[in-house]
């Protein structure tokens, strides 16, 4: 750790600022060390250097360190500790003392310079790298103390960095600007890059049994240069990854003796690099099995290491041997044995006798007698009188053969089923119990007879719990607390248990320190003990005063809300680190880490220094991209994430599109009402014109959702909205005249209340490999001037991905969405209405027109049936193959239109897998095609459907 003060001590350096500060006190501070009475501190004074703005800051944070208070004895001891608590604090860089004496007292002064504070980290010039992985390399980050000497060394890492990245010379400078604010710093790191080394030719020489272009392919640094852009750089890390998967590869084909010497040449003038594979392949080993009836050729090449790690032959043969021993073993056969033989196959021999290595054919011939199975035909039990017979075999997984069962004899686990049945012994207090096994063929050896012989011993019981030294709790709350307890078996494993339970316990109360040690007493017949549990509690330690440095722009309320620590309380480990959680939890800090001041001393209080990083509070988000569901669209966000310094954000997004656009403004408040819920208020705008219906809407509205976080993974949600709706026709009337509801597409207001329940275990929001996702929601819509808007819309959606072997997964998707009218005839707006079809759920239909009518118009309906299963393979290099079938219905319509019916589809397409998510193209094929109805369609996307 980086010392921050420029005051470094030695042995001797201790002992001569201990003489400069007995010089700085002067004649009373010697006066104090002889004989009468100690002087009284009249007081402290804290004289702030080079910080008039802020002083008053700094003197409150030095005031609330500074163990030393107006009316203590003075000694030189507790002036050094209170020097040494200035300095551990890590806020200063100097500090000094000097003392002004009356008769019987002494006044302090304390001048101290602060170290300035990191307040941003401005970085130009770092693409194509993320900003993120330069700042990982510098060891300074956003709220720590300003050291100049730190700059050169941030070079040098930065520097080193973009080195690797195949940048030959690259020109960093690290900058320290002061923007204005007292003991603030801004520092600039400006990157010139320079040209990049591309790589040349790459030239592969001794591969006589496998292609050029087939190791190029499996070469990173080869493909790279198909790539535009500087992503055909040459990154050396990536060569050596390069030769260590075309060995990998060599390897599992059969070569084991592969050696591959992978070489670079430099051209700095041209900015080239040349790669250059040597290989020596050595002789190609097939294995051939003989023997072997109980498991197959590929399962038995899996234990032969030579084939997938780099290891000396004859070593490489030993372990395989001990593998396919252990599989065998745990399938029964207990006398298998096995030899690995590696000889030239004579067929493959060069004309003319040549012995010449590499060009020779070798077999791995391995050799198996498997010997008889042996398969369980007794379990007889002994000696047990305290446990039965039947709970005790119902601890094993060594058991006759039955249907869900094979009853083959496996060693290994017979001994972990003895162990099962000593643990259980043990639980109930016997603790000598000794279990003695012996195995026996009468009739032949595929038939075992097991008896296990129990000498249980005598079972001893807890007959009374001590404690000595108990401090802040009571005796009853020790017992509660404890397992081990009177009258229950004696468990010795249990008593370590307790011992840390009763540390946390007691430490919770403000004992950091304690020791517990638990001490076990015997009668002579081991039928009772006696427990005693000897606390040692160390000092008591409470919580001094509870300071933030490195919060910039996030006021120190916001903080202590989060962080809520008292002064006086008991020091508690556990609360510190749940509420320093808590504080890296918000979304407008990137780390928050806490500094006990005074606990490795043994201090009575303990002071924390809160030390915070804040995130940039300004952002600007923008994209533009075509989706089959959206056309040709562009978006952009702007806002604040710590509207000042208040932990509230602002922001105003807006998209513009083929289907419709889109403005927004909104706010959010993590803690409403001072509650851990979060709020969002906002105001909307927008136009709607999905592609292939034939009406229109515009919409305004203004809206509020209040959302919590129970526990992990449930989410619960209220919301409330109102919005000003206008739907139009995009399309003349289909019939004159039109017989269409006029009200239909008269402005109305409605007013919607919708809470929801969210379940989420995926392990990606942008990957999904494994878990469940699922939603409900429920729309309670009330018309204002119109009964159109009288209903409860439910949507329930599921989700659910399983990852079987490696690069597949499967995902299924289920939703169900339903329109319950009340006080109306029944009809709703089309606006209102579920629609299918399309990338969204039923991909191969268009979009909206899963069903339509006899003008090929989309129809909606008050219920909406979907579901969905995809496989997704990942082929490597980025790509990823999928296969799909979907299905769903519309139904509940207005009239008799189009069919009614389930309607499906299967297809697949491919997906290049980005940072930000997929991007694809998928085909969809109808199953039941109408007609005129086209086969199926393609679709683009950006992310997955699900």
């Given at each position: 750790m980086r010392e921050k003060t420029d005051t470094r001590f030695t042995r001797w350096g201790k002992i001569f600022f201990l003489w400069v500060a007995i010089?700085?006190?002067?004649?009373?501070?010697?006066?104090?060390?002889?004989?009468?009475?100690?002087?009284?501190?009249a007081g402290t004074v804290f004289t702030i250097e080079n910080h008039p703005?802020?002083?008053?800051?700094?003197?409150?944070?030095?005031?609330?360190?500074?163990?030393?208070?107006?009316?203590?004895?003075?000694?030189?001891?507790?002036?050094?500790?209170?020097?040494?608590a200035l300095k551990q604090s890590g806020l200063f860089r100097h500090i000094d003392v000097s003392s002004r004496e009356t008769a019987n007292t002494i006044a302090l002064t304390v001048t101290l310079a602060p170290f300035d504070r990191i307040r941003d980290i401005r970085i130009r010039g770092e693409y194509p790298m993320f900003e993120e992985e330069v700042l990982r390399v510098m060891t300074i980050f956003v709220g720590d103390t300003y050291v100049p000497g730190d700059l050169p060394r941030q070079a040098e890492r930065i520097t080193a960095l973009f080195r690797q990245q195949g940048y030959p010379s690259p020109r960093v400078s690290v900058t320290a600007d002061k923007p204005g604010q007292p003991g603030q710093v801004i520092i600039r790191v400006d990157i010139d890059k320079g040209p990049y080394l591309s790589v040349g030719r790459v030239m592969i020489t001794g591969n006589r049994s496998i292609s050029d272009l087939r190791l190029l392919s499996k070469m990173k640094t080869w493909r790279n240069r198909l790539k535009i852009g500087s992503a055909g750089r040459f990154v050396a890390s990536d060569f050596k990854k390069d030769v260590q998967r075309l060995t990998a590869f060599y390897r599992k084909t059969g070569y084991i003796d592969i050696v591959i010497n992978g070489q670079v040449k430099t051209?700095?003038?041209?900015?080239?690099?040349?790669?250059?594979?040597?290989?020596?392949?050595?002789?190609?080993?097939?294995?051939?099995?003989?023997?072997?009836?109980?498991?197959?050729?590929?399962?038995?090449?899996?234990?032969?290491?030579?084939?997938?790690?780099?290891?000396?032959?004859?070593?490489?043969?030993?372990?395989?041997?001990?593998?396919?021993?252990?599989?065998?073993?745990?399938?029964?056969?207990?006398?298998?044995?096995?030899?690995?033989?590696?000889?030239?196959?004579?067929?493959?021999?060069?004309?003319?006798?040549?012995?010449?290595?590499?060009?020779q054919k070798r077999q791995l011939r391995v050799q198996i007698q498997e010997g008889p199975r042996s398969v369980i035909n007794t379990i007889r039990i002994t000696g047990n009188r305290f446990i039965a017979t039947g709970k005790i075999k119902a601890q094993?997984?060594?058991?006759?053969?039955?249907?869900?069962?094979?009853?083959?004899?496996?060693?290994?686990?017979?001994?972990?089923?003895?162990?099962?049945?000593?643990?259980?012994?043990?639980?109930?207090?016997?603790?000598?119990?000794?279990?003695?096994k012996t195995i026996d063929y009468p009739v032949s050896p595929a038939q075992a007879d097991i008896h296990l012989q129990v000498e249980e011993g005598v079972q001893t019981r807890?007959?009374?719990?001590?404690?000595?030294?108990?401090?802040?709790?009571?005796?009853?709350?020790?017992?509660?607390?404890?397992?081990?307890?009177?009258?229950?078996?004696?468990?010795?494993?249990?008593?370590?248990?307790?011992?840390?339970?009763?540390?946390?316990?007691?430490?919770?109360?403000?004992?950091?320190?304690?020791?517990?040690?638990?001490?076990?007493?015997?009668?002579?017949?081991?039928?009772?003990?006696?427990?005693?549990?000897?606390?040692?509690?160390?000092p008591r330690v409470r919580v001094g005063t509870v300071n933030f440095t490195g919060n910039f722009r996030t006021r120190e309320r916001v903080l202590r809300r989060e962080f809520s620590q008292k002064p006086n309380a008991p020091f508690s480990l556990k609360k510190i680190l749940q509420e320093t959680d808590a504080l890296q939890r918000m979304e407008i800090l990137d780390t928050a880490h806490v500094k006990p001041l005074g606990l490795k001393a043994r201090s009575g209080t303990v002071d924390l220094l809160v030390n915070v990083a804040e995130r940039k509070p300004y952002f600007f988000e923008a994209g533009s991209g075509y989706a089959t569901d959206k056309g040709i669209f562009a978006q952009a966000k702007i806002g604040?994430?710590?509207?000042?310094?208040?932990?509230?954000?602002?922001?105003?997004?807006?998209?513009?599109?083929?289907?419709?656009?889109?403005a927004a403004i909104g706010f959010t408040e993590p803690r409403f009402a001072g509650t851990r819920i979060l709020a969002d208020i906002g105001v909307h705008t927008e136009r709607i014109e999905a592609f292939n219906q034939t009406f229109?809407?515009?919409?305004?509205?203004?809206?509020?959702?209040?959302?919590?976080?129970?526990?992990?993974?449930?989410?619960?949600?209220?919301?409330?909205?109102?919005?000003?709706?206008?739907?139009?026709?995009?399309?003349?009337?289909?019939?004159?005249?039109?017989?269409?509801?006029?009200?239909?597409?008269?402005?109305?207001?409605?007013?919607?209340?919708?809470?929801?329940?969210?379940?989420?275990?995926?392990?990606?929001?942008?990957?999904?490999?494994?878990?469940?996702?699922?939603?409900?929601?429920?729309d309670i819509s009330r018309g204002l001037q119109n009964s159109l808007d009288n209903f409860i819309k439910y949507r329930f959606d599921l989700r659910a991905f399983y990852t079987p072997v490696k690069r597949l997964t499967v995902a299924l998707r289920g939703q169900v969405g339903y329109i319950d009218t009340y006080g109306s005839t029944g009809q709703i707006p089309d606006d209102q209405l579920f629609f299918l079809g399309g990338i969204g759920n039923i991909r191969g239909f268009a979009e909206n027109r899963l069903r339509f009518d006899e003008n090929g118009d989309p129809v909606g309906g008050r219920q909406a049936v979907s579901a969905s299963l995809?496989?997704?393979?990942?082929?490597?290099?980025?790509?990823?193959?999928?296969?799909?079938?979907?299905?769903?219905?519309?139904?509940?319509?207005?009239?008799?239109?189009?069919?009614?019916?389930?309607?499906?589809?299967?297809?697949?397409?491919?997906?290049?897998?980005?940072?930000?998510?997929?991007?694809?193209?998928?085909?969809?094929?109808?199953?039941?095609?109408?007609?005129?109805?086209?086969?199926?369609?393609?679709?683009?996307?950006?992310?997955?459907?699900?």
């Open positions: 010089m700085m006190v002067g004649p009373g501070l010697c006066r104090a060390a002889g004989p009468g009475p100690a002087p009284l501190i703005d802020d002083a008053a800051h700094w003197q409150r944070l030095a005031a609330n360190i500074w163990p030393l208070a107006a009316g203590d004895n003075f000694s030189v001891e507790k002036l050094s500790a209170a020097i040494r051209d700095l003038s041209a900015h080239q690099v040349d790669e250059r594979l040597t290989v020596s392949e050595g002789a190609r080993y097939t294995v051939i099995f003989d023997g072997n009836r109980a498991f197959s050729d590929r399962r038995l090449k899996k234990e032969l290491v030579m084939f997938t790690r780099k290891m000396e032959r004859d070593a490489a043969i030993r372990k395989s041997i001990r593998n396919i021993c252990k599989l065998y073993s745990h399938n029964g056969y207990l006398n298998a044995s096995v030899r690995i033989d590696p000889s030239v196959k004579p067929s493959d021999r060069p004309a003319g006798g040549s012995t010449d290595i590499e060009m094993m997984l060594t058991r006759p053969p039955t249907f869900w069962h094979t009853g083959i004899l496996d060693p290994d686990v017979l001994s972990e089923d003895i162990a099962a049945i000593r643990t259980l012994y043990l639980r109930e207090g016997f603790t000598d119990v000794r279990i003695e807890v007959s009374a719990v001590r404690f000595t030294g108990l401090p802040g709790i009571g005796v009853e709350t020790a017992r509660n607390a404890i397992k081990l307890s009177a009258g229950s078996p004696f468990r010795q494993y249990m008593v370590t248990s307790d011992e840390n339970t009763l540390s946390a316990l007691i430490s919770e109360n403000g004992y950091p320190h304690v020791h517990v040690t638990g001490e076990v007493h015997f009668s002579k017949d081991r039928q009772r003990v006696e427990i005693s549990y000897h606390v040692t509690p160390g604040d994430r710590n509207l000042f310094g208040l932990n509230k954000s602002v922001w105003v997004d807006g998209t513009i599109g083929q289907t419709g656009h889109r229109g809407t515009t919409l305004h509205g203004a809206n509020l959702k209040l959302s919590t976080h129970p526990r992990a993974p449930l989410s619960l949600g209220w919301g409330v909205r109102y919005e000003y709706r206008h739907q139009f026709r995009r399309a003349p009337c289909a019939t004159s005249p039109c017989d269409e509801d006029p009200d239909l597409f008269r402005p109305r207001s409605l007013l919607v209340t919708s809470p929801s329940m969210l379940y989420d275990t995926r392990d990606s929001f942008i990957y999904p490999h494994r878990g469940i996702f699922s939603a409900l929601t429920v995809e496989t997704r393979f990942d082929m490597g290099l980025n790509f990823e193959l999928a296969l799909f079938f979907d299905t769903g219905q519309i139904s509940e319509t207005f009239g008799e239109k189009g069919r009614a019916s389930f309607r499906s589809s299967i297809g697949g397409g491919l997906r290049y897998l980005t940072p930000i998510g997929p991007i694809g193209l998928v085909y969809g094929y109808k199953l039941d095609p109408l007609d005129g109805e086209s086969r199926g369609r393609f679709h683009l996307s950006i992310g997955y459907a699900f």
